[in-house]
């Protein structure tokens, strides 16, 4: 049996035949419809009501609502990372997510890293028992995103970095700054909160070159492949020119 890797281009790997990919311009149409179908499922599961219920019995101020979760599950099951990183990990809404992304998928293997700095929430406290003990994938740091990277205590190399931590415009654009060198070839960058400040949308400008000509994108000096806005989740799919 063909061995999967642990990390592979998704477009890529759920192509039965390659020969017969869609043109560029429509080539992620089926990441739309992988993430929504995903997400739709998340919805109406009982996984999704089971965190409602956690989150309304701790109380929800801060955390990310039910239609942002289920897309950062589809995003995360359409991926399927390896090494997760997020920033701002609270109590644990998102990081419930994406952990549960990870079992569904059965990569028993994939790590979410997950800073925090505050020292008076229960960090990860939302998330259900089987998914945090499952198999360590969930690693919790205490610190500010700053201190970690400049003791360079995270991973270089990451498939995926949700931000979800201070919505300045000048932190939310260092932290994209920060962890784009460090995601690899089809790595997702994704961001809670994009409609708070103009640093979601800026960033995405910059990834792109443009034809003289046309005036279109550029696609081989482009540094994304697919970028978009869910709710208040954006998320930009990182490509590494050759
Ligand atoms: C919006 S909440 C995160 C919600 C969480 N993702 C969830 O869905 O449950 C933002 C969190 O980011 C943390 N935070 C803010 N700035 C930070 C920084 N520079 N480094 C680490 N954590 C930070 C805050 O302490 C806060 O708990």
Same mark, same amino acid.
């Given at each position: +049996?063909?061995?999967?890797?642990? !990390? ?23 990441? /739309? ?8 499922? &998340? ?15 701790? %109380?929800?101020?801060?955390? +990310? ?5 289920? @897309?950062?599950? %589809? ?16 109590? %644990? ?64 190399? &990451?498939?995926? !970095? ?17 962890? /784009? ?21 800026? !960033?995405?400008?910059? @990834? ?13 000096? @482009? ?9 208040? &989740?954006? !998320?930009? &799919? ?5």
């Amino acid at each position: +049996m063909k061995k999967m890797p642990a !990390f592979s281009l998704p477009w890529r790997r759920r192509s039965k035949n390659p020969s017969q990919m869609e043109s560029s311009a429509t080539q992620f149409y089926a990441t /739309w419809d992988a993430v929504a179908r995903f997400a739709q499922e &998340i919805r109406a599961s009982d996984f999704m009501a089971e965190m409602i219920r956690r989150r309304d019995a701790y %109380g929800s101020e801060g955390v +990310m609502g039910a239609l942002d979760c289920a @897309t950062l599950y %589809g995003l995360t099951r359409w991926l399927r990372p390896a090494v997760v990183v997020e920033s701002g990990g609270f109590i %644990g809404m998102s990081s419930a997510f994406i952990l549960k992304a990870l079992a569904d998928e059965e990569l028993t293997k994939a790590k979410l890293y997950s800073i925090e700095w505050s020292e008076e929430c229960e960090h990860g406290a939302l998330i259900p028992e089987e998914l945090r003990s499952a198999s360590g994938g969930f690693v919790p740091m205490r610190g500010k995103v700053e201190d970690l990277l400049k003791r360079d205590q995270l991973p270089r190399c &990451i498939d995926m !970095f949700l931000h979800d931590s201070s919505h300045s415009y000048r932190h939310m654009l260092w932290e994209f700054r920060q962890f /784009w060198p460090r995601l690899r070839d089809g790595g997702l960058l994704v961001s809670h909160d994009v409609q708070m400040n103009a640093a979601f949308p800026e !960033f995405v400008a910059k @990834t792109y070159a443009h034809d003289k000509k046309t005036g279109r994108r550029d696609a081989k000096r @482009t540094s994304h492949y697919e970028w978009g806005r869910w709710g208040y &989740i954006g !998320f930009a &799919i990182k490509k590494v020119s050759r």
